[in-house]
């Protein structure tokens, strides 16, 4: 259960039940069209009943959605059901930037969610403040045309 280096360290919680280390970005900039690949860095902090869905959307500063990736941890292939306490997981991630996206500075919005309710998880920082949108937004991510 040793945390690898981690590029991007932080801590964001989730529900009480799994904590989100931080992330790696393979090249914060990616083109209109093209894939942007990231690695997310979990640790499980309670048994799981729920296989919780991962979304990662890609949001311009208006909070447009110009990407987006929902599904269950390491492409469905391992539930968080499955998760031990105190388990890292390390779930890398390629969603694909719309073709029609503006060329500008993005952010990626990070969460979970029930995949049978569609409801998410309460995200929370370090200090137990409520996260908006119960979301963490990681990057900035660049789109070129």
Do not use: C, K
Request: without cysteine; proline residues 8%.
């Amino acid at each position: 259960y040793r945390v690898p280096a981690i590029g991007q360290p932080f801590d964001v919680g989730y529900g009480g039940v799994i904590t989100l280390l931080g992330y790696d970005l393979t090249d914060p900039v990616a083109a209109a069209g093209g894939p942007l690949r990231l690695t997310l860095y979990w640790r499980a902090d309670a048994r799981m009943e729920t296989p919780y869905t991962v979304f990662v959307h890609l949001i311009d500063a208006q909070n447009r959605l110009w990407g987006q990736r929902d599904s269950q941890p390491l492409d469905g292939s391992y539930p968080t059901t499955a998760w031990l306490p105190g388990e890292v997981v390390i779930d890398e991630i390629e969603l694909s930037v719309q073709p029609d996206a503006p060329a500008g500075s993005y952010q990626l919005a990070v969460g979970l969610y029930d995949g049978a309710t569609g409801q998410r998880l309460n995200a929370q920082d370090t200090e137990n403040t409520p996260l908006n949108e119960n979301r963490a937004l990681l990057g900035p991510v660049q789109v070129t045309r």
